[in-house]
C-alpha cells in the first residue's frame, strides 16, 4: 500500500494476557520505530530498526516488551502479561533512512482492562 | 538523555499569525522535527531543522537556533482546519531516536 499500516486497530485485552500488535511498513523503507502515545500525552520511543543492524532497544519500558522485524519489512511488537498501564496508542513509523520525515501509521488502540 | 519543552495549549484567531515555541536540553543533536496531530489521528510530518535558519513550506515556516537549544513553528494564515496538537522532537546524535515534546494543543477560534 501507499502508507503504513498496522493491525489491528483497536485491541481490548485482560490483565494478563499477552497481545501481538502488527506493523506492515511502506515498501522500500529501511527504518522502522515504534512509539506510544498515552492519552494526552507525547510521543515515547520503544524501539527502532535500521535494515540487518541489531535494533535500538533502548525505549522499551520492561522486558514484557519485545518486537521483531522479519525480512527487514513487517514488525510485531509483542507485550506480554499485559498491565493496565500499558494501556495507550502504539503508532509505527517509517522512513527511508534516518536523515527525512517519519511516516505514521494510523496506531493501534490498546485498552487493558 | 533529552529534555523537550513546549507550551501545553495555545489559542489564536482564523486568518492570524502564531508562533509555537520549543526549547530543548540534549546530550546530541543531529535535527528537530516539527509534526502535526490531529485529535485521534496519526502524526504527520511538517519540517525538518538541522541547521540554524529558517525553512519555510507555503504557510508553515520552522526556524532553528542550535546555540540556544531553541526552534519555533510559524503557522501563517491560521485556518480553521490548523487546530490541532504540534509535536516538537529532536533526533539525537546517532541519528536513531526521536525524542517528543509533550505536544502544544492549538485551538483556532474564528
Known amino acids: 500500500g501507499a502508507g503504513v499500516s498496522q493491525s489491528p486497530s483497536n485491541k481490548v485485552t485482560e490483565k494478563g494476557k499477552d497481545v501481538e500488535l502488527r506493523c506492515d511498513p511502506i515498501?522500500?523503507?529501511?527504518?522502522l520505530y515504534w512509539y506510544r502515545q498515552s492519552l494526552g500525552q507525547g510521543l515515547e520511543f520503544l524501539i527502532y530498526f535500521q535494515g540487518n543492524s541489531a535494533p535500538d532497544k533502548s525505549g522499551l519500558p520492561s522486558d514484557r516488551f519485545s518486537a521483531e522485524r522479519t525480512g527487514g519489512s513487517v514488525s510485531t511488537l509483542t507485550i506480554q502479561r499485559t498491565q493496565q498501564e500499558d494501556s495507550a496508542v502504539y503508532l509505527c513509523?517509517?522512513?527511508?533512512?534516518?536523515?527525512?520525515?517519519?511516516?505514521f501509521g494510523p496506531g493501534t488502540r490498546l485498552t487493558v482492562l | 538523555g533529552q529534555n523537550i519543552d513546549q507550551p501545553t495549549e495555545m489559542t489564536a484567531t482564523e486568518g492570524a499569525i502564531v508562533q509555537i515555541n520549543c526549547t530543548y536540553q540534549?546530550?546530541?543533536?543531529?535535527?528537530l522535527f516539527w509534526y502535526q496531530q490531529h485529535a485521534g489521528e496519526a502524526p504527520t510530518f511538517l519540517s525538518y531543522?538541522?541547521?540554524?535558519g529558517l525553512e519555510e513550506k507555503g504557510r508553515f515556516s520552522s526556524f532553528l537556533s542550535r546555540s540556544k537549544g531553541y526552534s519555533y513553528l510559524l503557522l501563517k494564515e491560521l485556518q480553521m482546519k490548523d487546530s490541532a496538537s504540534y509535536l516538537c522532537a529532536v533526533r539525537d546524535h546517532a541519528g536513531n531516536m526521536l525524542t517528543f515534546g509533550g505536544g502544544t494543543r492549538l485551538m483556532v477560534k474564528p
Open positions: 540534549t546530550s546530541g543533536f543531529n535535527g
Open positions: 531543522n538541522v541547521l540554524d
Open positions: 513509523a517509517s522512513s527511508k533512512g534516518t536523515s527525512v520525515g517519519k511516516v
Open positions: 515498501s522500500g523503507h529501511t527504518a
